[in-house]
């Protein structure tokens, strides 16, 4: 038998390295989940989707309903609980852009009578932060909330317009994919540059791209940085920006600008 050193002795006494994923992180994973794809969920598909022990996810999923935080449906799947939206409002009530840009919408929506969003950047995805319906019957898909792939809409380019050029090709490396209509550009160079230039030029439209005969005209909402904090655009049939193009490039970007105006960002011209 072989003698056993102090090392040997040393290394018993040391706790085995393991890699530990806080609660805190658990219940992240579980809210951004749920965000992401939008609809209820089990707690066993839950723990298989964030890779997690399921007695951990049930666990964490008791005392988030408890708190209000999820809810439990009949059937004993859980969605996005009550008190989640009220911490978004009170989050939304400090945020300065976003009221201005919420006035600047619907005084854009009363003039044109077409859809108008407020967009942001999530990571390499573009989310609806609000929007006001048209007057028509144009359906548009994307509502609040809705997140798509950087490079499928008019926003997402954008959005990273101001990153440098290294980033941007890193970005849409990762983030593009081919949309619904096989329309949308994939290359990450050619989007990193199609950004920039959109940028510089303040306007950035796209039709077809990411839904059949749906048209997007957007404008950057820049700050004193020069980074493209959101955007605002009109969605609509794609035969209308053909008919008027200039019209609604017009419009969206002096809405752009009396935000940054509003809010002491707009640089003198």
């Not at 935080?69 to 969605?79: A, E, H, M, T």
């Not at 573009?126 to 006001?132: I, K, P, R, S, Y």
């Not at 209509?181 to 510089?200: K, N, P, V």
């Amino acid at each position: 038998m072989a003698a056993r050193t102090d090392g040997d002795d040393a290394r018993d006494t040391l706790p085995a390295r393991r890699s530990r994923v806080s609660g805190i992180d658990r219940m992240l994973q579980i809210l951004d989940q749920l965000r992401d794809t939008g609809t209820p969920a089990t707690a066993y598909d839950l723990a298989h989707s964030v890779g997690a022990p399921l007695s951990t996810i049930y666990t964490i999923v008791d005392d988030l309903v408890g708190k209000g935080l999820l809810v439990r449906g009949d059937d004993g799947s859980i969605w996005l609980g009550p008190r989640l939206y009220h911490y978004g409002l009170a989050y939304e009530r400090s945020i300065d852009l976003m009221a201005i840009a919420k006035e600047e919408m619907a005084d854009l929506n009363r003039r044109l009578g077409e859809t108008i969003q407020i967009c942001g950047r999530d990571d390499d995805m573009m989310v609806v932060l609000a929007m006001a319906e048209g007057r028509d019957h144009f359906q548009v898909t994307s509502r609040v909330g809705s997140r798509v792939p950087l490079n499928w809409v008019a926003s997402g380019r954008l959005l990273a317009g101001h990153l440098p050029e290294a980033e941007r090709v890193a970005l849409f490396r990762h983030c593009a994919r081919v949309s619904p209509t096989g329309r949308a550009e994939t290359d990450a160079e050619t989007l990193a540059s199609q950004s920039a230039a959109a940028l510089h030029d303040r306007l950035s439209i796209q039709a077809g791209e990411s839904a059949y005969s749906v048209a997007c005209v957007a404008a950057p909402i820049v700050d004193r940085d020069g980074a493209c904090n959101a955007t605002i655009s009109v969605v609509l049939p794609d035969f209308k920006v053909s008919e008027a193009r200039e019209r609604y490039a017009d419009a969206v970007r002096e809405a752009a600008r009396r935000i940054e105006t509003r809010l002491g960002w707009a640089r003198p011209r």
